[in-house]
């Protein structure tokens, strides 16, 4: 699932912005934070990270940190529930093929969320030489395993596996990535449903509901057009009735169409691509980008950046994520909730 | 296949419009073509048919028609060539359930296009009251039968039949309409290829691409979002690596849309919705809609209308088609052209 620009972590200098100001449903602007520290590392592409002016507006931050917390905690109380009344643990398999750290990474933490929500976790850690037919039968046999809701091939596998092949033998009805072309198909089509749409983009739509931004008959632009993000993210913005733009690395002066966004969402892992000038003042911003900078500052020596110039669009914008602590968490939380529905279709619970 | 809206009519006044210049590939304005006595009716939303300033500048119109007829005697010529070579004849089904008399007149169409190119035509009439069960079995009957190579269900069916059910049943491998999630699915994945792409939309692209008209790094707008038209235009354009908005019945101000679009293909069947203040200065027009508009001057009391006012569009565009002998052409060619391609495939024949 995802690709590794997306991730989950949880903690960062970025996570002090995290703060909410909400009433009776409706946004105000967050109060003058004072001046924060951010560090004023040269990043990607000139954007200015600099030191937050108490005068001007200020775009509330949309916690998804937060938000993934809340849907976890729901979980939870359901994933017990279910094994209370009808005795049946929900059950997620992780298959990953070779050493990627970074994909251990992911693996590790999905594991994590699993035991906390009481999701069973089931990890399988094949050689990276294992061969595509090695590959195929594990999933097979998952798709076999009745105590198995969902099937999980983490990405990228190593190159001389066919990606195609393997998700395409993901059993449909475990296809908790959503990436299954029957899935992005009935996902693409007016009155079809898909039975999972894929994690990170879900995770986009549900931080817009849960924030009240509305999405019908608004402009909405999706930088990018990958198969894990951009394009779902496009499909049920769409399914949502808003009129949809999509943008990607063929578009001429991007940032025309950026403008005339109600909602933006970026899914490029270009840091800081997007300036504050790129954005229609009171957008809603959702930056899915994520990527290392290197930061001698931070005792890591790097910092995570978005693709958004956070400093910028947030004196622009009405709502916006940070990164980290934005849309990475609720990935992991839209994949619980998928492998709980997953599980719920299987067993016919309500 | 497709609905109601589209028809590959192949008389009107209209045609009396299609004539084009090309010069070394480039489009030149065509010459005036002095005033033609096109009928004045009042049309839908107030489209003015004025007759032709001879001092406008006049778009290129985009001969569907004749494009349609070169498939058709290529696809001829490729026909007879594999029957000569191998023996067999591509066998197209159609399955038609009830008595729907437009419904009836395209199944002739198609009839009548596959006997001219060669291709071996199934028609299964089913009474209106057939049950969802009896065309399933029909279905099945033409997806085990080797001499069929593509499979047709003309909708609208009956409202008692389960389109979805129906379509989901044509195998993928005959689902030469491009209708089935999984093709869909794998038009909206990059690095997927569809078995099959829907053939109004198909026809379109084919068109752009015999007027040599450029879709990389273009702004293109469709209007409409159908399953059928709309929503996989928009993927094939995405797919050219065009910059793509959809617009639908919950866009507002869609003309400060179509008016920023390159490329604009309009299908919801609104006769003149797009006027020509709607349309970038130069942009290539395709117009999918063709409604009938009554009109006592003519001898059918009616005629003939796309989604595009024509008269005004013509003076601003620099490509467009025509209503008909545009679009509707083409999609039968598409047609022809799907179900050849699926006889090679099942033959292994180059």
């Known amino acids: 699932m995802a690709s590794m620009i997306f991730t989950d972590c949880s903690t960062s200098t970025m996570s002090r912005l995290n703060h909410l100001n909400r009433l009776n449903g409706a946004f105000l602007p967050r109060p003058c934070v004072g001046k924060l520290s951010l560090p004023r590392t040269a990043s990607g592409r000139g954007c200015t990270l600099s030191i937050r002016s108490s005068s001007s507006p200020s775009a509330i931050v949309i916690n998804g940190k937060a938000e993934a917390k809340k849907i976890k905690d729901d979980i939870k109380i359901e994933v017990s529930r279910m094994k209370e009344l009808i005795g049946v643990v929900p059950g997620l398999a992780v298959i990953l093929v070779g050493e990627n750290k970074e994909s251990a990474t992911y693996v590790r933490n999905k594991k994590k969320a699993c035991e906390y929500v009481g999701i069973k976790s089931f990890e399988l850690l094949l050689p990276e030489d294992s061969s595509e037919e090695e590959v195929l039968k594990s999933v ?3 798709n076999d395993d009745p105590s198995v809701h969902g099937i999980l091939v983490q990405l990228p ?4 596996i066919d990606e195609q092949n393997i998700l395409n033998a993901v059993s449909i009805e475990k296809d908790v990535d959503g990436f299954h072309p029957l899935n992005i198909g009935r996902l693409a089509m007016r ?3 898909p039975l999972f749409v894929p994690c990170t983009p879900k995770g986009c739509i ?3 509901h849960r924030y009240n931004i509305v999405i019908k008959g608004k402009r909405a ?3 990018g057009r990958s198969n894990i993000v951009g394009m779902p993210a496009a499909l049920l913005l769409q399914r949502e009735d808003a ?5 990607h690395s063929r578009t001429e002066n991007p940032e025309e169409i950026t403008r005339e966004a109600d909602i933006l969402i970026s899914a490029v892992g ?3 691509m997007v300036r504050g000038s790129w954005i229609k003042p009171g957008a809603a911003v959702i930056d899915v980008g994520i990527k290392r900078v290197e930061d001698s500052s931070t005792a890591r020596g790097y910092r995570l950046v978005g693709d958004i110039c956070y400093e910028e669009a947030s004196k622009v914008a009405s709502a916006i994520t940070p990164v980290p602590d934005g849309v990475g968490p609720m990935t992991i939380a839209m994949l619980l909730s998928n492998t709980f529905t997953s599980t719920k279709r299987f067993h016919n619970f309500q």
């Open 191 to 193: 009155g079809r449903e």
């Open 270 to 272: 270009q840091p800081n």
């Open 206 to 208: 549900e931080l817009l």
């Open 221 to 223: 632009v999706v930088i």
């Open 140 to 142: 097979s046999g998952f």
């Open 157 to 160: 596998l190593p190159s001389h």
């Open 243 to 247: 009129t949809v733009s999509i943008i």
